[in-house]
């Protein structure tokens, strides 16, 4: 096993070299100049410019750019292109709230997708099977822009409670514990609207995950032992139904990352998502590569995670 | 040549036994057939039969005379931001615009992206899933590592810096999304192929001599039709949400061409004010998403279940 | 203890609903065994299934009948009521152990489970597991219980069943076609195995097969069934030396003989019970 893990980890060290080398190109072939001025701005003097690109390297051949970027990379020196704050602290300052908001959400998105998941497989065809089905799809149409705008209406407007944000403005809270409560509750509604689509296609997969496992010998065995309805759904059941779960596991946090964008603009919330945007809109190559850089890493753990609880799941898998 | 349709059947067991035979109801119409009993199925289709001809007829209307049947484009400052009324059914804009023109003028951007790209990635991951799934072996490695590479990149912000890259053109955005998003497809026509390769049938096949080729046309894709049309149908709404998520980040098919995401993306600094130019773009997004959701899981119970 | 009278069962499709059992009665009583014979589709197994309501209700429909197992009738039953028969005072084994054994649990988790639910005066429970995976010829029980179902072959696992059927002290046993996937040498055995675990233990068995081979010496009366129908019903001595049905006849007629000299097996035809081809 400590083989595999070790075997799995060198073998992603190469992957991200890969997927470094391809970000970089991908990022430093965008049009548009990486320059926080205007391209033909006149105020600028060609000293400046000669200055700034002495700075980031662009007067180099991109493979030696690409070096000094890893190079950057990893002793933390690299330098953002709009503000020449390091990048990697910026990463790190935005990393726990992104956290903190990705990994409720998944929480959320997994605990009511398996609850709704089983109540769909259990009734299989009667009507509570069709509304739970029904409402994951309504779920997953739903556009996340659209939901968080008109709850932010309701709240906002309607109710006049903050929600934009990790804490409510001009507020002075009595002791931690309120701003602590204050926060999560600014963490609540965004999380909760990026885990709906999770919930309904978690569910999906669950749903259709347990009526093939149901229809399987061995449960038909748990009955005829006499075993209550919920020992058969919650134990014997749901291990032999999270295998494709499992499998996707992995890949919920990378994914999470990127797809939370649009929440975390709307709802002004600072996490690795808007910064990747801003970077974008910005041509920042430093920032680019290394949050594609941090992403792509996470993606890797993500899979071994993965696989590593597809084993503990089930017995028959050997890892080698 | 007949083609050799594979039939399932059960034994008294419950297990699946599969054996050739030549049916009269072909799986085509018995897909069809369950797919039409279905009442919720009814009704998307239906609903997606009306965004069509409202896209497509608005499209070819006004593409004789831009100005009608609904002008999307004419300013009126002193109508600025008006709520729903008579006049407007769906309000005005921040330019004194009518809501519903533009959105009218939108459906068409929404749908084609919707299904042209479906149909890129479709192109794309049919080709390489046959080849991994049908020839296997380093081929199938290769191909499944690349598939793994590209997920490792976050899909939005690759479609994101792809746009951001090339440019927000119509065409520009339905290629990148159905570039990225071929990969569902692959994995699934891969694994189709590596089961259906098995099959007696195709071993005979193989053992007449038939040409790797004519084998997977002709024997093995229509039988794995099915599946792979089902995750078109689904993939179609992923492509119209993502689009509208792009048009509102600014990466969309540029205003003043209307769609139903940039016209969301337009009015940011005022949802607080006039809610409708939030409520019904999206409730447009929603409704041709849900539909065609709806419609691919139909399609999709009509074509595994066991009557 | 166990009476099934007239009981009616149906399957329903988009068709309709077609007759599995047509009035099915049967009769056994304490420490009895019974064997149940017939081909595929005759409905052996779903009467099996049927007497503790195992039958999944979509296609199944229950028309009509009575299952009598000490007085009470299953068929009307309480689902609590229903649990503690299950497994309890009727246990299964069933024809594919491979399936039949949860294959993400331990097989001391799967027997401790029944142990627990039906017999929780049990204090030591590694130990009467470890008592019973002996008592069904498994060697060196104490180092098996931790294995998982993958890791046995097919007659390991199917003793494996049988223990765990057998661990909650059931008063009838069902035995589903309890040998048809195993190898022949390994038939015997298992089969040879419950016989003397049935005297031991003083429960009744009921036992499904199509082979009316291996019913000899193992069960005292045996019901040919038919399509659903119970054509033949008697003891086994007898209706083995005198069916009376032509079906029957026609089943024993097929069992091959040492010694037989015939050339072609005989077989029975599509609809016609008493051709022999």
């Not at chain 1, 991109?62 to 000094?68: G, K, R, S, T, V």
């Not at chain 1, 804490?167 to 990026?194: E, K, M, Q, R, V």
């Not at chain 3, 996937?181 to 298992?190: E, F, G, N, P, R």
Request: overall charge positive; glycine content about 8%.
């Amino acid at each position: 096993m400590t083989s595999f893990i070790l075997r799995r980890l060198a073998l992603s060290v190469v992957l991200l070299f890969i997927i470094s080398i391809i970000s970089f190109f991908i990022v430093t072939m965008t049009p548009g100049s990486p320059y926080p001025w205007g391209e033909l701005n006149p105020k600028i003097s060609a000293e400046v410019k000669a200055n700034f690109r002495k700075k980031f390297h662009l007067d180099r051949p991109l493979h030696e750019q690409y070096a000094f970027i890893m190079h950057d990379l990893f002793t933390g020196d690299l330098r953002s292109m709009k503000d020449d704050r390091p990048v990697m602290a910026r990463i790190m300052e935005r990393l726990p709230a992104t956290l903190a908001l990705n990994l409720t959400s998944i929480l959320i998105s997994l605990s009511f997708g398996t609850l709704l998941g089983v109540y769909a497989a259990r009734n299989a065809g009667r009507w509570q099977d069709m509304a739970a089905s029904f409402g994951a799809f309504l779920f997953i149409a739903l556009p996340g822009f659209w939901i968080s705008y008109l709850t932010a209406i309701v709240l906002v407007k309607g109710f006049g409670v903050p929600i934009l944000g990790t804490h409510s403005y001009g507020i002075a809270f009595p002791n931690d514990l309120a701003a602590g409560l204050d926060t999560l509750w600014h963490l609540l509604i965004p999380a909760t609207i990026l885990a709906v689509g999770g919930i309904a296609s978690q569910s999906r997969y669950l749903r259709a995950s347990m009526i093939g496992t149901l229809r399987e010998d061995y449960i038909r065995t748990a009955r005829a032992k006499g075993m209550p309805e919920e020992t058969v759904l919650y134990k014997h059941a749901m291990r032999n139904s999270i295998r494709p779960l499992v499998t996707g596991i992995g890949m919920l946090l990378p994914a999470m990352i990127g797809g939370s964008v649009v929440i975390e603009t709307i709802f002004a919330y600072p996490g690795m998502g808007r910064l990747g945007y801003e970077a974008v809109l910005e041509r920042d190559y430093p920032t680019l590569v290394a949050l594609n850089f941090v992403v792509a890493a996470l993606v890797l753990l993500g899979n071994l995670v993965s696989d590593l609880l597809y084993a503990a799941v089930d017995p028959r898998v050997r890892l080698e | 040549m007949r083609r050799l349709i594979h039939a399932s059947a059960s034994n008294s067991h419950g297990n699946m036994i599969t054996s050739p035979t030549l049916v009269s109801e072909t799986p085509t119409r018995r897909i069809l057939r369950r797919f039409r009993a279905d009442r919720i199925a009814r009704v998307a289709v239906g609903i997606i039969i009306i965004l069509a001809l409202l896209a497509g007829g608005t499209a070819l209307l006004s593409h004789f005379d831009h100005h009608w049947p609904c002008d999307p484009n004419v300013t009126n400052l002193e109508q600025k931001l008006l709520p729903p009324s008579s006049q407007h059914w769906l309000g005005t804009d921040n330019l004194g615009r009518d809501v519903l023109s533009r959105m009218l003028h939108g459906a068409s951007i929404s749908l084609t992206v919707g299904l042209i790209a479906v149909f890129v990635s479709l192109a794309i991951g049919l080709v390489v899933g046959a080849v991994a799934g049908y020839f296997g072996g380093l081929t199938d490695q290769i191909l499944m590592r690349s598939v793994d590479a590209l997920l490792c990149f976050p899909t939005f912000f690759l479609i994101l810096t792809a746009v951001a890259l090339l440019g927000p053109s119509l065409i520009n955005i339905v290629v990148v999304i159905g570039f990225v998003s071929w990969t569902g497809t692959a994995r699934l026509v891969r694994g189709e192929f590596l089961t259906l390769r098995e099959t007696e049938y195709v071993k005979g096949a193989r053992v007449l001599g038939e040409n790797s080729w004519n084998i997977i046309i002709r024997h093995i894709l229509p039988n794995a039709t099915a599946p792979i049309f089902v995750t078109a149908v689904l993939g179609i709404p992923d492509a119209i949400l993502t689009e509208a998520g792009l048009s509102f980040l600014g990466f969309g098919v540029q205003p003043p061409q209307a769609t139903w995401g940039n016209i969301i993306a337009d009015s940011k600094t005022y949802i607080l004010d006039a809610w409708w130019l939030i409520l019904f773009p999206g409730l447009a997004i929603f409704i041709a998403s849900l539909s065609f959701y709806l419609a691919g899981d139909a399609l999709r119970e009509a074509s595994e279940s066991r009557s | 203890m166990l009476t099934i009278k007239d009981l009616k069962i149906g399957f329903q499709s988009p068709s309709g609903i077609s007759p599995a059992l047509k009035g099915v009665s049967l009769e056994l009583g304490k420490g009895e065994t019974l064997a149940i014979v017939g081909e595929s589709g005759s409905g052996k197994s779903v009467t099996a299934l049927a007497i503790t309501r195992l039958l999944p209700t979509p296609p199944a429909v229950y028309e009509g009948g009575q299952i009598l197992f000490d007085g009470k009738d299953l068929l009307k039953a309480s689902d609590p009521e229903l649990r503690r028969v299950r497994g309890g005072r009727i246990a299964y084994i069933f024809q594919e152990p491979s399936t039949s054994l949860n294959p993400v649990y331990t097989i001391r988790s799967q027997i401790a489970e029944m142990i627990r639910l039906h017999r929780p005066e049990v204090t030591d429970i590694d130990a009467e597991i470890i008592h019973w995976l002996d008592a069904v010829g498994i060697v060196d029980p104490a180092s098996r219980i931790n294995d998982y179902p993958h890791q046995l072959s097919g007659g390991m696992q199917q003793r494996v069943m049988i223990a765990m059927a057998l661990s909650a002290r059931p008063e009838l046993l069902i035995a589903d076609e309890p040998t048809t996937a195993l190898d022949v040498t390994i038939q015997k055995q298992i089969l040879d195995k419950l016989r003397d675990l049935q005297k031991d233990l003083g429960m009744a068995v009921l036992l499904i097969t199509h082979n009316f081979a291996i019913i000899g010496g193992l069960a005292r009366h045996v019901a040919v069934m038919y399509r659903g129908e119970v054509v033949e019903f008697g003891e086994t001595h007898q209706v083995l030396r005198n069916p009376k049905h032509p079906y029957t006849q026609a089943l024993i007629a097929c069992i091959p003989r040492l010694g037989d000299r015939r050339r072609r097996l005989p077989t029975i035809g599509e609809n016609d019970p008493s051709r022999k081809v």
